[in-house]
């Protein structure tokens, strides 16, 4: 392999694009607990094409280059720094008493230079640490993106899954609800029926009517969404699994507040707060003296053609002390900024210990709340089911109205819309907690 060939296979290594999809953060144990194999394969194109998950991949290896990069400072910096001059003399320029006539003659100096600061105080090594510090917050913001998008995702699909039950029950229902109308309007032009009746039947065809175009709206800015994160093109519906299929994990009556130890943004505050101490304690620094050790090596000539005998031979080595008596008070307000910087990352961590508990607190109430509003829906629907069963054997004897069996199952169909709401809000609720824990698998957390 030529050297030539060599380098065009190296600059192609180094074009190629970083995975976006960090293999750390992709939970999928967790989402298979809803046993949506469709879910899992959305999430698995939302990791690999979502936008905000690359920009916070970046960030974390903009991190990691930055701890590169404040390395390069425990290292000797080395550097070429050749010099060719034309030297032309005027008439009798004198040293002393010895008088030089006029002359000119060239200068050639390749000394290869090198320095390095000796990192006494540690100030060097605690500026990498504090880069080091920061490549862990960057990590711990992109685990935060990849828990919230994924988590607004999956309740957008299943939200979107509730909208499209809940058409196909509410146009069920329209059908019905058309049909008593055409009933009832007989019914009045046959004098049996007053005209409140007729309108109040007219005006639940309206409401039903005007809840679908509504679920339509919500359904395709539900769907527009999920295209978005998925970072797709395309106006069409995308897949989703049907709402007999889908189910909910097991719920904890209660959490430990230890739980909140695994959130991104309580490792985030407390890592920062250690950052920004290391940078108190660079900034102290900033006060000491610095040493560079310094030195040139190479050749010093004045005829090209003699430029690498040995009588040319050019080396020294110094060190160079360097104190900053007066700045100002530049380093001092530096000094006072770093040190309220991390008073505030302090609070910081206290506030966000107290938010940490009150958030998966709430998330906890709304699944215990979500769960026994199901409880009730399902008694409920129940209860509903029954009523119409009655209803039928009494239309089927004779005892009521086709009229009235029509209006028995109009009610069936909207307690199963509340029902179909309380068993997808129960599945939200769970995704929320999910999110308010940090991303874990609390039904396992005894494990963790």
């Not at 999809?21 to 469709?38: H, P, R, S, T």
Request: charged share 25%; glycine share 4%; with cysteine.
């Amino acid at each position: 392999m030529t050297f030539k060939n060599f380098l065009i296979i190296l600059c192609l290594i180094l074009a190629l694009p970083a995975k976006a999809a960090n293999l750390e953060y992709m939970n999928f144990d967790w989402w298979k607990n809803y046993n949506d194999e469709i879910l899992i394969s959305h999430l698995q194109t939302l990791y690999n094409n979502n936008h905000d998950l690359k920009i916070a991949a970046y960030k974390t290896k903009q991190a990691e280059e930055n701890i590169r990069l404040t390395g390069a400072n425990q290292l000797p910096q080395v550097g070429f720094d050749g010099d060719f001059t034309r030297v032309m003399r005027g008439a009798q320029t004198q040293f002393g008493n010895v008088i030089i006539p006029k002359y000119s003659q060239n200068q050639f100096v390749l000394p290869l230079s090198a320095a390095y600061e000796i990192d006494i105080w540690g100030e060097n090594y605690l500026t990498k640490k504090s880069a080091k510090k920061q490549k862990e917050i960057a990590a711990q913001e992109e685990r935060a993106a990849y828990i919230y998008i994924t988590s607004m995702f999956a309740a957008n699909y299943y939200n979107l899954i509730k909208a499209d039950e809940l058409e196909k029950t509410l146009r069920e229902i329209i059908g019905l609800q058309t049909e008593i109308v055409r009933m009832t309007e007989k019914k009045f032009n046959s004098g049996l029926a007053p005209v409140n009746e007729l309108l109040n039947e007219k005006q639940h065809l309206v409401r039903f009517e005007e809840d679908l175009n509504k679920l339509i709206e919500n359904r395709k800015v539900l769907n527009n969404e999920l295209v978005t994160l998925l970072s797709l093109k395309t106006d069409k519906e995308i897949e989703h699994a049907m709402f007999e299929e889908i189910s909910a994990p097991q719920t904890p009556e209660s959490l430990t507040a230890t739980v909140i130890q695994y959130r991104p943004d309580l490792i985030s505050s407390e890592n920062y707060a250690q950052k920004t101490g290391i940078d108190v304690r660079v900034a102290r620094r900033e006060f000491l003296p610095k040493f560079i050790l310094y030195g040139n090596l190479g050749f010093n000539a004045y005829d090209w053609s003699k430029m690498f005998s040995n009588t040319t031979f050019l080396s020294n080595i110094g060190v160079a002390p360097r104190w900053d008596i007066f700045t100002g008070g530049a380093k001092l307000a530096r000094y006072r900024i770093s040190k309220y910087e991390y008073k505030k990352a302090a609070e910081n961590y206290e506030k966000t210990v107290l938010v940490s508990m009150q958030e998966v607190n709430d998330a906890l109430a709304l699944t215990k709340r979500a769960k026994a509003n199901l409880l009730k829906s399902d008694e409920g629907f129940s209860i509903e089911k029954e009523k119409h069963v009655l209803a039928q054997k009494q239309f089927t004897i004779g005892d009521s109205s086709r009229l009235d069996e029509m209006k028995s199952n109009v009610n069936l169909l909207i307690a199963r819309e509340q029902n179909i709401s309380a068993f997808v809000d129960n599945i939200v609720a769970t995704i929320s907690l999910y999110n308010a824990v940090g991303g874990i698998d609390y039904t396992r957390i005894d494990n963790l």
